[in-house]
């Protein structure tokens, strides 16, 4: 039920040419403020105990950073504020690269591909890809900006793949919904930057980011906490969480700037247009190169 309604919103930003904007700002900054989900294999809750005081019980880490994005190129970053984590250190997000894809296909949609690292507990570079429904961001941005504006989900935001999510398989679990969001993690998985065109993917070991690129795989596992198809987060690939699911979902952002690449000035009053898919393309492609010079390198 989840993705159905992240795809309809889809279709609506699509509808209106909205992947991404702009003739006057091509940067959006700003802060943000989410939840940091992580769910297990068979789409449980795994539950944060060093958070556990907060209004979700733990089952859901309250998180925030910083974004950052190029809504000409489709090409963004981002930074997450250190997080107590298991109650075995901090967990530290290192070198977050967004990119738009579109539908994911080569077509106009609003879904947006993340790469990130983790530092948690000695284990330096653990790798996440994340595929996120950005209809909401998209959607006030085509609205026009104001700097110092609050955006939320509103109108257009998709629910989070993970919004559904129960806390117990079965009968008497706790649900703990988050609402429309700005950008929300979707169940789809991607497909292993280090792949051999003759054989199965190569192993992801810690350091490699990025680790996930097009195309992008549909999650068919069915979710035993609510029955749904699909389990949100693309599963990680390396210990100390192989096969678990890391959802981030913005649920706000406070604008601090929008920028106009070409003058230098603040431009906040956008236009949508759409982004060629070429955009997209060049983003997929720049990732490929990426598995191929680190392949290179291993074998140098």
């Known amino acids: 039920m989840n993705m159905k309604k992240t795809l309809l919103s889809a279709a609506i930003i699509s509808a209106l040419g909205v992947v991404s904007t702009s003739a006057n700002a091509d940067i959006v900054a700003g802060t943000w403020s989410g939840t940091f989900t992580m769910i297990g294999s068979d789409g449980t809750f795994v539950p944060n105990s060093d958070t556990a ?62 790469n990130m690292g983790f530092n948690w507990n000695g284990n330096n570079g653990i790798p996440v890809s994340i595929v996120l429904d950005a209809t909401g961001f998209f959607g006030n941005v085509a609205g026009g900006l104001t700097v110092s504006q609050a955006v939320t989900g509103g109108t257009f935001g998709a629910l989070a793949a993970s919004d559904n ?40 070991v810690l350091g490699d980011n990025p680790s996930g690129t097009l195309p992008l795989i549909t999650d068919t596992i069915v ?58 393309l060049f983003g997929s492609g720049l990732l490929g190169l990426a598995g191929i010079a680190r392949r290179k390198k291993r074998n140098a």
């Open 53 to 114: 005081s907060n209004v979700y019980l733990g089952n859901r880490s309250v998180v925030t950073g910083t974004l950052s994005f190029n809504t000409a190129t489709g090409a963004g970053t981002g930074t997450v504020v250190p997080f107590s984590f298991f109650g075995s250190g901090t967990a530290i997000a290192t070198t977050i690269t967004f990119q738009a894809i579109g539908d994911g296909v080569g077509g106009p949609g609003a879904l947006v591909l993340g």
């Open 165 to 204: 999510t129960d806390t117990l398989i079965g009968a008497g679990g706790t649900l703990y919904p988050i609402g429309p969001t700005v950008m929300g993690t979707t169940i789809f998985n991607t497909t292993n930057v280090d792949t051999d065109a003759a054989g199965p993917p190569n192993p992801i």
């Open 223 to 280: 979710d035993a906490t609510n029955g749904d198809s699909g389990i949100g987060g693309s599963p990680m690939r390396t210990s100390p969480f192989p096969g678990f699911n890391a959802n981030f979902d913005i649920l706000s952002m406070h604008v601090t700037t929008c920028t106009d690449t070409g003058t230098g000035t603040d431009a906040c009053q956008v236009a949508a247009v759409p982004v060629p898919a070429a955009v997209w």
